[in-house]
């Protein structure tokens, strides 16, 4: 079936540190693919997506490419800020004609000044 | 108000109450759902409704019943719950279901319950 899998964490990196958060994905036809990010007491939010292969979402410094060849789309980051400590899901939809949004397992990062 | 929001925000019961949750989207969605967040846990979805019709069941116990009486509006009604369904329930929104197009989910901010 379709599935994401994403890097365990915790990531704790330096402020100003290069961030990468593996995610690739098994799904048939073409899906979306979607980060999310989840700030402390928060619900999650849209970080950045991409709908076809070889798009590149990029939002707010980040950035993630949509590689068919690979059925991956990592995160990254050139400069991370102790502000963007939270939880980042990878997630995609809409495949096969049915109902779906799957999620990753999310990956926490911790970013420390 | 904007996106989806839920009440309350925070809630303490006991296993003999009975509460409900309410989540409301503000964006001419067609599509909502209820997800349970435990910590360590991956997040689970727990119901889908579409068109408010009950469109996915996770197979989630009979103690949490869930409501769609319109498209903007979804409910989870619990009773008689257990201490492990302490976690961080989450509602959230789309425009379809599938997800199609590059769709995504718009996901309010969440009820803490609390299971004495």
């Known amino acids: 079936g379709n599935s994401v899998t994403q890097m365990e964490g915790p990531v704790t990196l330096s402020e100003e540190a290069f961030l990468t958060i593996n995610c690739t994905y098994t799904a048939t036809g073409y899906p979306s693919l979607f980060w999310y990010v989840q700030y402390p007491g928060e619900g999650l939010q849209l970080l950045l997506k991409?709908?076809?292969?070889?798009d590149k979402g990029s939002n707010k410094g980040f950035e993630a490419t949509y590689r068919k060849e690979t059925t991956s789309f990592h995160l990254e980051k050139g400069s991370v800020q102790v502000s963007d400590s939270a939880v980042y899901f990878c997630?995609?939809?809409?495949?096969?004609?049915?109902?779906?949004?799957?999620f990753g397992t999310g990956t926490r990062l911790k970013v420390l000044s | 108000e904007t996106g989806v929001t839920q009440t309350p925000r925070h809630l303490v019961m006991g296993m003999t109450n009975k509460k409900s949750l309410k989540c409301e989207q503000h964006?001419?969605?067609?599509?909502m759902y209820w997800y349970k967040q435990s910590a360590k846990k991956p997040l689970e979805l727990m119901f889908v409704?579409?068109?408010?019709?009950?469109?996915e069941n996770n197979s989630v116990p009979s103690r949490f019943s869930p409501e769609c009486p319109n498209s903007s509006h979804l409910f989870l009604h619990l009773h008689t719950l257990q201490p492990e369904d302490s976690a961080l329930y989450l509602c959230a929104s789309s425009q379809d279901s599938r997800g199609l197009a590059g769709r995504e989910q718009f996901f309010g901010p969440g009820t803490r319950l609390t299971v004495l």
């Open positions: 964006l001419g969605h067609n599509a």
């Open positions: 409704y579409s068109l408010e019709e009950r469109v």
């Open positions: 997630a995609l939809s809409g495949t096969s004609g049915t109902y779906k949004y799957i």
């Open positions: 991409a709908t076809k292969a070889d």
